[in-house]
């Protein structure tokens, strides 16, 4: 079966885990994606957190599956003549170095543009243009820069960030949709185009209901889904909202049974306005289906606090899977914490590819989050991520270099 990206070509100067996400997800769409990465030591996640001594490290091959990797002094001479032949032959050109990197290598826009004019160039940074244009930037230094880690955690706790690389990943994400929407426009305009997705950017975007509340707080002075109402104080700025409901639907995270062991014996339970009659029937309290205090969603808001009590004494009485079978009869929104341990063992994820068993060479079977986004005329295989320099020499050979000129290069260190 044909793939949505059969016939693009990606150069791939990617690394550690934002830059290869968005490659990744390329590549299961069928794009060829030739790693270029530095000869002897390579992408330096191959060995970060490893677990097996001399073997890939989890961390790379997680975010390489399904690309070729080629290795190449890129600062020689005769590297940046591989890469010219590169991008003569590719459609994309994907980056996160440090700003200022490609240029240093001599490999600005004007000379890519001039080489290829078609070629798209598509690069992940800390920052957009700015003062802090020319910084290093990592995972949690976008989240706290993005507005995330100011707006994540408790009241009275510092700024937290998330276990979910929003940072990383979520750049990555936004820098293929870049990519793919450049490609489509190619086909009109014949020419190749700059692609930029900061990571402060991308976070902000994925916090865009937090600037909404910035908003709201500096007109009303308030915002009635926020833990702090009715009895705390609102300051100037959005502050954290512990586990409330991000919408106009109040909700909260509860206790189960077991909660005195496990650490995920809890419940994300959402008082949705229209289920509240079956959420008073579920607890046992239906007089609060009437009661003045409870009736309507507005008069709850000044009572989060008990009622979520009240809900919490029943979920404690049920484990998270008991009380998930209950609120579902009554199409009550909720959603059980579900700890990586579970999620890995879930059988719904292994049906549809989202978790994924791999074979390795020298690692082994291992499990690895598939391609989230499932297409019907466009099914995604996943394989495994590639040796270090595991495509060099087929990768020359398809660019036109014979067996003596790769031997040469190899011999000078350029591969
Ligand atoms: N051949 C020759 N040189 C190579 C090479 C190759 N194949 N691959 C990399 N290099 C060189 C680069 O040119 C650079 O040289 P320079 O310092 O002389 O310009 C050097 O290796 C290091 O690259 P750099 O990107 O600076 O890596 P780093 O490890 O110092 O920094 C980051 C890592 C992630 C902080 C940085 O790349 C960055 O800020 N990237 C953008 C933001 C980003 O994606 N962050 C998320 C990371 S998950």
Redesign the pocket.
Known sequence: MSKALDGVRILDFT?????PTCTQLLAWFGADVIK???AGEGD?TRTQLRDIPGVDSLYFTMLNHNKRSIT????KPK?KEVLDALIRTCDVMVE??????LD??GMSWEHIHAVNPRMIVAS???FGPGPYENL????NVAQCAGGSASTTGFDDGPPLVTGAQIG?SGTGLHLALGIVAALYQRNTTGRGQKVLAP?QDAVLNLCRVKLRDQQRLERTHTMHEYPQYPDGKFGDAVPRAGNASGGGQPGSVLKCKGWETDPNAYIYFITQEAVWPSVCKVIGEEEWIEDEAYKTASARLLHLKPIFARIEQWTMTKTKFEAMEILNKYDIPCGPILSMKEIAREPALRETGTIVEVDHPTRGKYLSVGNPIKMSDSPTEVTRSPLLGEHTDEVLAQLGYSAADIEQLRAERVI
Do not use: C, I, T, W
């Open positions: 690394h550690v885990q934002s830059g270029v990465e530095r330096a190449l002094d890129m600062k590297g996160n170095f440090a700003p200022g990197a240093r290598m992940v940074k800390g290093k930037v990592y995972e990383d990571m």
